[in-house]
């Protein structure tokens, strides 16, 4: 982005590039810069707290008279949450004949379905795996994780970006489910610790890595951290 903020400046065009790691955007050296110590993936700090998001705005749009290449700091940090994990049911075991992890993602498709329309369907599945899709995106990692070789297991599209539409169908269904905007990470960690879905996304992910998978294919299916 701080590349791409040059780019535009030189066409005579203002930019200021809000970033969480300081030690990026520093090196990145945009025109503007406002280092925000906030959690990645949330740029503006605080889920649903207008009045902080527009303090952020305004320090942001604060550094567009800047004659001179300039990092400011935004003058109040926001916390990850630890190890805070959301508290959110899953639903019961309803079909003995289907594996657990496709159970539970049928299970949770009507909370899904709210958590779409309370978004207006900015948030969800749907960049390359539609919802009504994910239970048979899901089977290929379960097909993995048994044992069968990566590019044979049915995989609908890129592995890292299917994983990221099974991630964004739970996460979305757990915020129809909870009364709060959870901290940050806090709905990953529910997601690879508590489902039976994102167990088998780590399990498959350690099975692509012994199949000597190129990392890319494997690596990106959970955090870095996993």
Do not use: N
Not at 33 to 44: E, M, S
Not at 78 to 89: F, I, N, Q, R, W
Not at 194 to 205: D, F, P, S, Y
């Amino acid at each position: 982005m701080s590349t791409l903020a040059h780019v535009i400046e030189a066409e005579g065009i203002a930019t200021v590039a809000l970033g969480s790691i300081r030690k990026q955007i520093e090196s990145g050296a945009p025109p503007r810069g406002l280092w925000c110590d906030f959690p990645l993936g949330r740029p503006l700090g605080k889920p649903g707290d207008a009045e902080f998001q527009h303090r952020v705005l305004e320090a942001a749009f604060g550094l567009l008279d800047a004659s001179e290449p300039v990092l400011a700091v935004f003058d109040e940090s926001v916390l990850d949450g630890g190890d805070e994990m959301l508290s959110c049911p899953l639903p019961p075991p309803h079909d003995p004949d289907a594996h657990p992890a496709i159970d539970e993602a049928r299970g949770l498709r009507a909370a899904y379905d709210r958590g779409a329309e309370m978004t207006d369907g900015r948030f969800g599945a749907g960049r390359v795996v539609a919802a009504d899709d994910i239970p048979a995106a899901i089977e290929a990692f379960i097909r993995i994780a048994e044992g069968t070789p990566w590019k044979d297991a049915g995989i609908p599209g890129m592995p890292m970006r299917v994983a990221h539409d099974i991630r964004s169908y739970y996460e979305t269904a757990a915020l129809a489910m909870v009364d709060h905007a959870p901290a940050a990470w806090a709905s990953t960690r529910w997601f690879f610790d508590q489902t039976e879905t994102g167990k088998v996304l780590l399990a498959a992910r350690q099975a692509m890595q012994d199949q000597d998978a190129p990392q890319p294919m494997w690596f990106y299916l959970a955090p870095g951290d996993r």
